[in-house]
């Protein structure tokens, strides 16, 4: 549709561009027409010019007449060469005077056709004219019969500068000749006008009393010459001759008796058309046309009158003809613009059809696309209807699931609430008794150890206990807060200080920027932003891997208090981060925090006016808080120390991770036992459990656990679950899938009783799942359990050398099954060993050989041996080879040492064997 319209508009552009060509014909030929007389006889060419002109196409003839003025029409034919006509038509008045301009004409290649008269050049394109010269003689002959041979005769000429003149002249002085007794009196000018002529008649009648004959070169000139004589009343026996025997002048005077006689002189309007026309087309022409002339006398005049009237009376037609062709012509050019207009409004109306039937068809397929797109909405619509009421219906749910949430969640509080009061007075009571049993001096280092580690806990019990009741004091509206002129500045500058020793001895950098000439005085409540300090710092403390980095800073930017703890080494996730400061919040599911501690923090903070925000990276974790600026620079604010008790804490947090460096006794010899777990506390625990009769590894996190496992493959693995980065169900399946460890039983420890947990722990590979808070005489059995256990597989394996037991699995059985084909292959080799083995096994030396000793009870030399000593028996049995050469067949450097083992092996040497055989 869109490329229809501009179609149709270029269409009717051109069609209206046809039309005005059709109406506007611009000429092709210009002809310009310079006369020099005014008179009948130029008038009558002038006519027969423009009517032959109109029978052809877009010829424009414009006539200019000089009046027989040189000067006159010397300015026409400048007009006519400065306009640029085509072609240039010249009757020169004068040849020497027009000569030049003509030239100047020919010369700019305009073509130049001289008609009648001639110039004194020849730089002209064509002549037209009759032959004066002939006239003049054909008059002499006349004149010559006229007088029978004798008589005068005065000759008036015309215009003596003028070629037809001086030809006229000197043809009839050359026909007078032939009559010796006609004498020529006299020849006077009579510049082709009958006044002149007139005048110069007189004169000869003056000076001549007898003429016979007045010879005037012109009708007009004979004409005014027989009225001068009959004004002298002479005109008796003087006959006049003249020239053109034009109709309307000459030839009347012939019939009125005034003119004895005159000579046809041809205008030849139409054939100087004709001529013109092949010119301009480039079609052959005649340079010189030569009209004929005739004579007329009243012999022939009334004939000529007739047939001149009759001429004229066709001619007059011919322009009655002329005028209602050019009529037709006209009206055929209005109905040739009303047939455009009409066929262009035609065609605008056709285009306009079109360009509505393309609308209409448009408007059409958009009509039904609307109704498709309509039907489509409405089943839209419809969809969206029964997914709104879905939406309302589980709003609904939500809402009601929400409120049963928030209902479960304040009765936990309540709960919670109840329970921390009641544990309160307990914790107290079991702190003190710590307190007074440390104090005892004669206390061994295990029982006071074991003491420090309670006292820690409980600590740590009683500080959780009272964060759920000062939680719930903040929900019910009932934390107060005091405030007062506080020293931000100076108080986390005091602090930091309570901080030194545990960054210390957890070799941890610390920064605390702060800018020294900003003020940071404000109202707060002193007691909880201590608390909150605390709470970052010591997450930060706890956080942050031995050798790292925490960066404290203080700022004032634009209207707030800027603070911000930054900690390296830990990652929260995006998740995590935005919801890390939600109440019972647990990040990664760890075990350290209650989730309760953030949520206080950021309550004690809004109470403040301020906000908390976290983000983390690779890098490490930053908590931000900002405080209002506040103007108290009036009051004089108190530094705030951290009180005694929390000082305590934050050593706790530091030496329960150093516990560890300081061991009981530990056991020499005996199964390894590696414990995995972040706890520290838990860790040390454990590992002070197990050392006098295990030797103990410890890891801090499940990917350090795999490390030291791959490293020492240890005999049992003690691992906690609930571990930040690989938890000990992840840890125990990335162990039950490598080869070198695969075999090593897995104790999962976790504060999660719940089956699904178990479950999974099983799913990892585990061989036993013990809930927390654990008996301590429970796990050693387990141990005991699983490596006993592990003992009657190794009877098994060292005495049967067989890998048909079904508890062991699949890796261990292709291990085993790879280890006896590698040795049989192999054993031949006096220098086979336990490196070459490892390597072909892919294991590290000490790999293969805890690997072997935990599967089989023996090491892999002593596995070796007895292969090749059970080989030797068979060989013994079954072939006729000599002790020696069994010996060296199954791999045995010398047979003395052979027999040596061979005998201990089986109680009898291999000779005796041989003997005993037979
Ligand atoms: C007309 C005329 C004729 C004559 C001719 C000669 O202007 O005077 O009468 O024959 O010119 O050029």
Known sequence: MKQVYPCILFFLCLLSLGLASCTRTAPRYRIGVSQCSDDEWRRQMNSEITREARFYDGVLVEVRTAKDDNARQEEDIRHFINEGVDLLVVAPNEAQSITPVVE??????????????????????????????????????????????????????????????????????????????????????????????????????????????????????????????????????????????????????????????????PTGGDRVVQIAMSILQGREFPRETILGTSVVDSTNAPVMKMQTAHISTLDEKIETLTGRMSQYLARYATQQVVLYGSLFALLLVVGLLVAVYLSLHAKNRLNRELSMQKGKLEEQKEQLVVQKEQLIEQKTQLEQLSRELEEATHAKLVFFTNVSHDFRTPLTLIADPIEQLLANPALDSQSHRLLELMKRNVRILLRLVNQILDFRKVENGRMELHLAPFDLLGSLRSWNDSFRMALLKKHITFHFEAPSDTDFRMMADAEKMERIYFNLFSNALKYTPENGKITVRLSLTGQNYLLSVFNSGSYISAADVKA???????????????????????????????????????????????????????????????????????????????????EGEKAESGPVVLVIDDNADIRSYVTSLLSGEYRVLAAADGAEGIRLAMKYVPDVIVSDVMMPGVDGVECCRRLKSELQTCHIPVILLTACSLDEQRIQGYDGGADSYISKPFNSQLLLSRIHNLLANRRQLKQFFGDGQTIEKESISDMDKDFVARFKSLVEEKMKDTELNVEDLGREMGMSRVQLYRKLKSLTNYSPNELLRQMRLKKAASLLASSDMTVAEVAYEVGFSSPSYFTKCYKEQFGESPTEFLKRKG
């Open 104 to 265: 100047e004409a020919y010369n700019k290649g305009i073509p130049v056709i001289l008609v009648d008269r001639k110039i004194s050049s020849d730089k002209y394109t064509a002549y037209i004219g009759a032959d004066n010269h002939a006239i003049g003689r054909e008059v002499a002959a006349y004149i010559g019969t006229l007088l029978q041979g004798s008589g005068s005769v005065v000759e008036i000429t015309g215009l003596s500068g003028s070629t037809p003149a001086i030809e006229r002249h000197k043809g009839f002085l050359e026909g007078l000749s032939a009559y010796p007794d006609i004498r020529l009196l006299a020849t006077g000018e009579g510049a082709w006008q009958s006044g002149p002529a007139g005048r110069k008649m007189e004169a000869l009648l003056d000076s001549f009393p007898q003429i016979d004959v007045v010879f005037a070169q012109n009708d007009r000139m004979a004409s005014g010459a027989y009225e001068a004589a009959l004004r002298r009343q002479r005109t008796g026996r003087m006959s006049f001759v003249g020239i053109d025997a034009l109709s309307g002048y000459g030839l009347e005077d012939i019939l009125a008796d005034r003119l004895t006689a005159s000579f046809i002189y």
């Open 580 to 662: 890390i400061f939600e109440r019972f919040y647990q990040v990664d599911g760890h075990q350290a925090g209650t989730g309760i501690g953030l949520a206080l923090v950021r309550a004690f903070v809004e109470m403040h006016g301020g906000d908390i925000t976290a983000g983390s990276d690779e890098k490490g974790t930053t908590f931000t808080v900002t405080f209002p600026w506040q103007e108290v620079s009036q009051y004089h604010p108190t530094v705030v120390t951290l009180p005694a008790d929390k000082q305590e804490v934050v050593s706790m947090l530091v030496d329960a991770e150093m516990a560890e460096a300081e």
